[in-house]
C-alpha cells in the first residue's frame, strides 16, 4: 500500500466529483453512503483513511486495489454498505435477522475502532506473502496430516498434574491478536448465513472459510451457491496467485495447518467455523502467525470455553446463546425427559474423566464397556417402540460398536433404526442421511459423527444414551433437534439419569447446560410455550428442584411447594418441605399435603408435618386438626412436644387444644402409664382457671381452702397443701380432680405433697382426663343472634300452639344462648362453657346420679360420649 505520507501533497486539495467516481470504481465501494458529501467524512475516521489511501494508490498508479488495502479497508466498507440497508439483504434478497446484523455490526464497530486507533499497524505486515501461517514450530510437511485426518485437539492421557505448577513467566508475542474477533450464535440459528453475510460486505479482499468437516465444505458451497454468489466461488489460493474480485474459497483446517506459509494474500477475511476446533496447538500457531487478514471466529459453544475461545479471539463481537434463540423463535423450543437408567446399569462414579484441550469427558472405552449390555440396549429399544414410535430421533451411543448393537435392537422392535459412524463408507453414509430425511429412516444410532456439521430439521429427538461430562458436546448434540420444521412442536431431548440429578453432577443435562432449578418432566426447558401444537410427550404434573445452589433450592421448595415431587428430593429436604407445607397448609389443601406424604414408610415426614402445622399454622382449625391427627400415631415423643407447643398458645386457643389432647388421653393409651400421668396434670394447669371456677361452685369452701393455700409461705405452705390434700379425699373423684388442678404449689415441700396426690389421684390417666374434660367449656356451634325478649316471647307463644315462657325463664334463655360464646381469635371455632348445676339449683338439670349431665358434644374430636359409670358413685360425693 503506497505510503499515505508520502503522497499527503498530491491528496491534500479536496478531491473533485471525478476523483470520488474514480475511487468507487476502484474499490467497487460508494464510499460515500446515500446523502453523505467528501465533508462529511470526519478527519481521522476510518472511511476518510479508507478513501484518502485508495486515492493514494490511484495516484501511484494502481490499477487495482492492493493486498494491504483490501485487508485494512475492503471489510469495513462492505459491513458500512451492508448495514446502511435497512434490513440488510443478501444478493438472493434474504433479510438478515437481528442476530446476525449484531454480529456484521459488531465486527464493524471492533474493526473501525482497531483502524482508528493511534499508532494502529493497519494491515499488519507489509511484505507482501509474509506471515501467511508458517510457523517455527509447526511441523514440515513429512509431518503433515493426512488427506483425510483431522487436527487431534483431544489427548486421551490425562494432564500431568506436575504441569499445573508450572509458571508462565512472559506471554507470548501476538501481534495480530486485534484482528481476530469471534461471535457466538446457537446451533441452527444460522451461523452460515453470517458469514454469507461477510462475503456480501467483501467485494475485493478474498474470503478463505475454514471448517473442521469435509462434510461441511460442500454443505457451505452449497448455501453460497444457493445465496446467490456461486460466481465468486475459487478454488484454494497458493502463493503467487491474486486476485481482488473477492473470490470466496472453502477449505478445511487441515488443508489450512499443510499449506501454512504458503497462502495468497488475496484472502483478507478468513472465517472460522466450529472456532472452538481451530484451539488444538497446530491450528492455533498457524492463526496466530498469520498476521494480515481479519479472522472472525463462529461457534455455538463460546460461552462454555470463553477463557480458551478468548485466547485465539479475543474480541467477542456478538452473542447469541441457546436460550435467547429459543425465547424469540429462532430455534425450536426444547422438551427434557429424565429416564433413570435402571438397576442393570452400574454407577458412572467409577468411570474416570479425560482431559483435552478445553474441557474433559468420560473414558470412552470405559463407558462403552459399562453402557454395552444386551439387556439395556433391549430396554432402550422397547422405550422408544412405546413413548415414541416413529418419532425420528438421534441416540447418541458409547463407540460404534455400541451404535450398532443399539440400531440391531431398535430394529428387532420395529424400528428404522441405522447405525453410522466414521467407519462408515461415504456413500452408504450420503444414502442413510438421505433416508432419513425422505422418513425411510427414523433413528440414527451414532457415537459423535452427527454431534457437529450435520443438519437436519426433521430430527425431534435428542437421546443423549452415553452421558457427556462436556457441555461443548452436550449442546452440540442438543443443537441436532433444534432447528424449526413444519409440525415439529419442539425438539425433545432424554437424559438417562435420575430426576432429582443435580446440575453439580459430572453428567451434563439440559438442566445443567442452561442453569435452570427445576425439572418437570415433558415441559418445555426454554423457549416460549405453544399449547395444543403437536406436542409429543405427557408434561409431568409434579417438579424436582436441580440446581445445586441450597438457596435457590429452597426458593423452589417454597414456589412450587405443591407440585414438588417430595419422594424425590433428598431425605433433608422432604423434612424442609413437610415443614414448609405444615406452616402453609390450607384447609382446602390439607389432604393433598397428606397424600403427597403416603411415601413416608417411617412417618418421620408426617411427625414433622403435623408438629410444625401446630406450631406455626395460623388456621386454629388446622391446628386442632392436626393435633388430633398426631395423637392417632401414638407417638409419645411427639405427643410431649406438642402440649409444649399447646402451652405456648393464646387463652381460648389452648384451652380448646388442651380438649383434643385430653380427649386423646381418655380414648387411648399413649407412651407409658407414668408419661400419661405427668401429661394429664400438665394440660390441666393449661386451664387451672376452668377447674378453679368449676371447684368453687361445686363448693363454697374450696375459695377458703385455696386462699389459704395460696397466701401462706414456709411451713405452713406445705401445711395448707396437706390440707387441701386432706380435703380433696373426702370428696368425689372430680371434685377432687379439680380442687388438685387448681393449686399452685410455691415451696418443694408443697410441690412434693401435690405431686403425690396427683399421681395416687391418676393411677388411671384416662379416668382422670374425663374428669378434666367435663370441667372445660364445650363446644358451641354456630354462633347464634341475640335476638330481643319480645321477639322470642312471640315466637316461643305462636310456635305449636304452646304456650310461651314467663320473662325471667326467656331472660334465662337468652343468657344460655348468647352468654359465655367466645370466639377464636380467627373466628373458626366458638367454645361456649358448660353451665354446671350450684348448690341448690333445679334437680332437673342433673343426671340421675346428682351430677351436671355431660352433654355428647361437649368432647372434640367427636367419639363415643363419656359414660355415667365413670362419673363417680352417689356414695362418693359429700353430703
Known amino acids: 500500500m503506497a505510503d499515505s505520507t ?52 490511484i495516484e501511484e498508479g494502481f490499477e487495482e486495489p492492493s493486498p494491504e488495502w483490501r485487508r485494512t479497508y475492503s471489510l469495513l466498507l462492505g459491513l458500512e454498505r451492508v448495514l446502511a440497508n435497512d434490513p440488510p439483504e443478501l444478493r438472493d434478497g434474504a433479510q438478515l435477522n437481528e442476530h446476525q446484523v449484531d454480529a456484521l455490526s459488531g465486527t464493524l464497530a471492533a474493526i473501525i475502532a482497531e483502524t482508528e486507533e493511534p499508532g494502529s ?54 501481534p495480530g491478536a486485534n484482528r481476530r474477533f469471534w461471535f457466538e450464535h446457537a446451533t441452527g440459528a444460522g451461523k452460515t448465513v453470517a458469514a454469507v453475510g461477510f462475503v456480501e460486505a467483501s467485494r475485493t479482499g478474498g474470503i478463505l472459510i475454514l471448517t473442521h468437516r469435509r462434510n461441511l465444505v460442500d454443505q457451505f458451497i452449497s448455501e453460497i451457491s444457493t445465496r446467490g454468489y456461486a460466481d465468486r466461488l475459487s478454488p484454494p489460493l497458493l502463493k503467487g496467485k491474486d486476485r481482488a474480485d473477492g473470490p470466496v474459497t472453502v477449505e478445511t483446517y487441515q488443508w489450512f495447518v499443510r499449506n501454512a506459509g504458503k497462502i495468497s494474500s488475496a484472502y483478507s477475511i478468513v472465517i472460522c467455523d466450529e472456532a472452538h476446533t481451530a484451539l488444538g496447538e497446530k491450528t492455533s500457531a498457524c492463526i496466530r502467525n498469520w498476521q494480515g487478514p481479519v479472522f472472525i471466529g463462529m461457534t455455538a459453544t463460546g460461552a462454555l470455553i470463553a477463557r480458551h475461545v478468548a485466547d485465539l479471539f479475543p474480541t467477542q463481537t456478538s452473542r447469541f446463546d441457546l436460550a435467547q434463540a429459543a425465547r424469540r423463535g429462532v430455534i425450536a423450543p426444547l422438551r427434557c425427559i429424565r429416564i433413570p437408567p435402571g438397576p442393570g446399569v452400574r454407577t458412572l462414579a467409577n468411570v474416570p474423566l479425560r482431559r483435552g484441550e478445553v474441557d474433559q469427558d468420560f473414558d470412552q472405552e470405559q463407558l462403552a464397556e459399562l453402557l454395552d449390555q444386551g439387556p439395556f440396549n433391549i430396554a432402550i429399544a422397547d422405550l422408544y417402540r412405546s413413548r415414541f414410535k416413529r418419532v425420528p430421533g438421534i441416540v447418541y451411543t458409547a463407540g460404534v460398536k455400541h451404535a450398532v448393537n443399539v440400531a440391531a435392537a431398535m430394529r428387532d422392535f420395529g424400528i428404522n433404526a441405522r447405525a453410522v459412524s466414521g467407519e462408515t463408507p461415504k456413500r452408504e453414509l450420503a444414502e442413510t442421511l438421505a433416508a432419513f430425511e425422505r422418513g425411510e429412516v427414523d433413528v440414527l444410532c451414532n457415537a459423535m459423527l452427527l454431534a457437529e456439521g450435520w443438519n437436519s430439521p426433521r430430527a425431534t429427538i435428542c437421546m443423549h444414551l452415553a452421558p457427556t461430562a ?70 409431568e404434573k409434579r417438579v424436582v428442584p436441580v440446581s445445586a445452589d441450597p438457596e435457590r433450592r429452597m426458593q423452589v421448595l417454597e414456589r412450587e411447594m405443591w407440585r414438588t415431587a417430595v419422594e424425590r428430593l433428598d431425605y433433608s429436604e422432604q ?9 402453609r ?229 337468652a343468657v344460655e344462648e348468647t352468654d359465655g360464646t367466645e370466639e377464636i381469635e380467627d373466628g373458626e371455632e366458638k367454645i361456649e362453657p358448660i353451665d354446671d348445676p350450684l348448690p341448690g339449683e333445679d334437680a332437673d338439670d342433673l343426671d340421675g346420679e346428682g351430677e351436671a349431665a355431660i352433654d355428647p358434644d361437649d368432647i372434640e374430636p367427636s367419639s363415643a360420649p363419656v359414660s355415667k359409670s365413670d362419673h363417680g358413685k352417689p356414695g362418693d360425693r359429700a353430703a
Open 121 to 174: 499497524s493497519k494491515a499488519g505486515p507489509q511484505n507482501g506473502n509474509g506471515g501467511n501461517g508458517a510457523a517455527g514450530d509447526v511441523e514440515d510437511e513429512e509431518e503433515a496430516l493426512a488427506e483425510d485426518e483431522e487436527p487431534v485437539d483431544w489427548e486421551d492421557d490425562l494432564v500431568d498434574e506436575d504441569d499445573d505448577d508450572e509458571i508462565v513467566t512472559d506471554a507470548p508475542d501476538d
Open 6 to 57: 508520502a503522497l499527503a501533497a498530491s491528496a491534500a486539495a479536496a478531491p473533485t466529483g471525478a476523483d470520488i467516481e474514480r475511487v468507487q470504481k476502484f474499490t467497487r465501494e460508494p464510499i460515500l453512503l446515500e446523502g453523505e458529501s467528501y465533508e462529511d467524512l470526519a478527519e481521522g475516521g476510518a472511511r476518510k483513511q479508507a478513501f484518502d489511501s485508495a486515492l493514494a494508490e
Open 470 to 539: 462436556s457441555k461443548r458436546i452436550y449442546q452440540q448434540r442438543v443443537g441436532r433437534v433444534t432447528r424449526r420444521n413444519p409440525g415439529k412442536e419442539a425438539g425433545l431431548v432424554i437424559d438417562l439419569v435420575h430426576p432429582a440429578t443435580r446440575n453439580d453432577e459430572n453428567i451434563v443435562t439440559l438442566h445443567s447446560l442452561l442453569d435452570r432449578d427445576v425439572y418437570r418432566g415433558g415441559a418445555i426447558v426454554v423457549g416460549p410455550v405453544r399449547r395444543g401444537r403437536g406436542r409429543r410427550v405427557r408434561v
Open 585 to 813: 397448609v390450607q384447609p382446602n389443601s390439607w389432604r393433598k399435603a397428606k397424600a403427597m406424604l403416603q411415601h413416608d414408610q417411617a412417618k418421620e415426614l408426617r411427625r414433622r408435618f403435623l408438629l410444625t402445622c401446630i406450631q406455626r399454622n395460623r388456621s386454629t382449625q388446622l391446628k386442632l386438626k392436626a393435633l388430633s391427627e398426631l395423637a392417632l400415631t401414638k407417638d409419645a415423643d411427639a405427643f410431649d412436644e406438642a402440649i409444649d407447643m399447646v402451652g405456648t398458645w393464646q387463652r381460648d386457643q389452648r384451652r380448646a387444644g388442651v380438649k383434643v389432647l385430653l380427649q386423646a388421653l381418655a380414648e387411648s393409651r399413649i407412651g407409658r402409664r407414668d408419661q400419661a400421668q405427668a401429661w394429664v396434670w400438665r394440660l390441666a394447669e393449661f386451664t387451672r382457671d376452668s377447674h378453679e371456677e368449676y371447684a368453687v361452685a361445686r363448693w363454697p369452701e374450696t375459695k377458703r381452702l385455696l386462699g389459704l393455700f395460696v397466701n401462706s409461705s414456709g411451713r405452713a405452705h406445705g401445711k395448707n397443701a396437706r390440707r387441701l390434700v386432706q380435703a380433696a379425699r373426702a370428696q368425689d373423684r372430680r371434685l377432687a380432680v379439680a380442687l388438685l388442678a387448681a393449686a399452685v404449689a410455691h415451696t418443694p415441700e408443697a410441690e412434693e405433697v401435690l405431686r403425690g396426690a396427683r399421681m395416687r389421684m391418676a393411677r388411671k390417666p384416662s379416668a382422670v382426663a374425663r374428669e378434666l374434660l367435663r370441667n372445660l367449656p364445650k363446644s358451641g356451634g354456630k354462633k347464634r343472634r341475640r335476638r330481643s325478649k319480645r321477639s322470642r316471647e312471640g315466637e316461643n307463644g305462636s310456635e305449636n300452639g304452646k304456650p310461651s315462657k314467663n320473662g325471667a325463664d326467656a331472660e334465662v334463655d
Open 575 to 583: 423434612h424442609v418441605w413437610a415443614a414448609l407445607a405444615g406452616a
